[in-house]
């Protein structure tokens, strides 16, 4: 019998994902609340006492004031939860929802899981939604708008207060996925959040950039209609009810983003966002060099049109990559992405082009 595989695969060629090592007092807190269920937070005060806490932190991230939500599984639980949270509060029979084609393919997940209409607009040449294009699919079923903030394929940062305008004149909900981009956005000058528009509700990951232990999604409403919409019965827990979508969960989440906020906010994430800023320019600028046309990076997000067979040398020596959907290489850099990685994977470019060209 072949042997199980026992370790986990490390970080040191990992360019594709959203997902990094979890700072250590993230690690070390997920590990001694895991037994623990915040999905019945009578029966377990402490880890509910501790969600509570994360979920007042998130609203000072994203500007809002006396927040509610929770800690959900990701960034998929929570888009669905907004759309889901909307669906629920509107009397439209057969509602839609509006989004630009760059949103998130969880709002796929969401409109079948949900049965509504999801419709999507194309984006500008700036890669942003287009509130134009997206008021020519609004009517009077529309029960949700959804703007981006920290696109996954491009790190784009929709209009965003153009957006919830949109949503006041067509009475729909507003919802802002920030699932990547709010732990990086804090520390730009763009306007993105609840006190810089009439948000209703956000997807914000502690377990992307937020450096929490996997999983550790949040999801933040404005109102407490909101999670009133989102409530079921729960008959025989000691809590009453229950608005989350996956019931029991691990306090592990919890735990590890409780402990990440408390050692990195704001200071500690504004380093890590300026440091995988200036690795992303840099990766850029080297691509740029070579002779590649590259996408500019808004957020630490790099986008490079590779012809197909140097992506495919590249991975064969294990580098870990994504492509766009239009087919460009892809690379996020997070936490664990070092300049001393972006160095080497900048040699192994040169040596599968048979040598360096540019400077």
Not at 174 to 195: I, K, N, Q, R
Not at 209 to 230: K, Q, Y
Not at 318 to 327: D, F, I, K, M, V
């Amino acid at each position: 019998m072949e042997q199980a595989v026992t370790q986990p695969q490390t970080f040191d060629r990992v360019l594709s994902s959203m997902c990094t090592r979890p700072h250590p007092v993230a690690r070390e807190a997920a590990e001694r609340f895991l037994a623990t269920n915040p999905g019945d937070p009578e029966t377990y005060r402490s880890v509910a006492e501790l969600e509570s806490a994360v979920i007042d932190r998130l609203g000072e991230v994203t500007g809002l004031d006396n927040p509610r939500g929770y800690v959900a599984s990701g960034g998929t639980e929570a888009n669905i939860q907004a759309v889901r949270a909307a669906r629920n509060r509107t009397d439209v029979a057969e509602p839609n929802v509006v989004a630009p084609a760059s949103v998130h393919f969880s709002f796929q997940k969401a409109a079948s899981l949900l049965d509504v209409d999801l419709r999507t607009a194309p984006v500008g040449t700036d890669r942003r939604a287009d509130p134009d294009a997206m008021a020519e699919l609004v009517d009077s079923d529309t029960a949700l708008i959804v703007g981006v903030a920290g696109t996954t394929e491009y790190g784009r940062i929709d209009p965003i207060p153009a957006l919830a305008d949109l949503a006041a004149d067509a009475d729909a909900a507003f919802h802002v996925d920030a699932a990547w981009g709010g732990f990086a956005l804090p520390f730009t000058d763009h306007e993105w959040h609840f006190a810089h528009a009439a948000v209703d509700t956000m997807t914000i990951d502690p377990h992307k950039l937020g450096r929490a232990a996997v999983p550790a999604g949040g999801f933040l409403a404005r109102d407490p209609e909101t999670m009133d919409a989102l409530a079921v019965e729960t008959p025989y827990l000691e809590s009453t009810s229950q608005a989350t979508l996956t019931g029991t969960r691990s306090g592990a989440g919890v735990a590890s983003a409780a402990a990440a906020l408390d050692e990195l906010w704001p200071a500690g994430y504004r380093e890590t966002y300026e440091r995988a800023q200036a690795n992303a320019d840099w990766l850029a600028g080297a691509f740029a060099a070579r002779g590649f046309d590259v996408v500019d990076p808004v957020l630490p997000l790099v986008a490079v049109d590779l012809p197909d067979a140097l992506f495919d040398s590249l991975t064969d020596r294990g580098w870990r990559l994504a492509r766009t959907a239009r087919g460009e290489l892809r690379v996020v850099c997070m936490p664990h992405v070092t300049r001393e990685m972006l160095e080497a994977f900048c040699r192994d470019v040169d040596d599968c082009r048979e040598g360096p060209v540019g400077t």
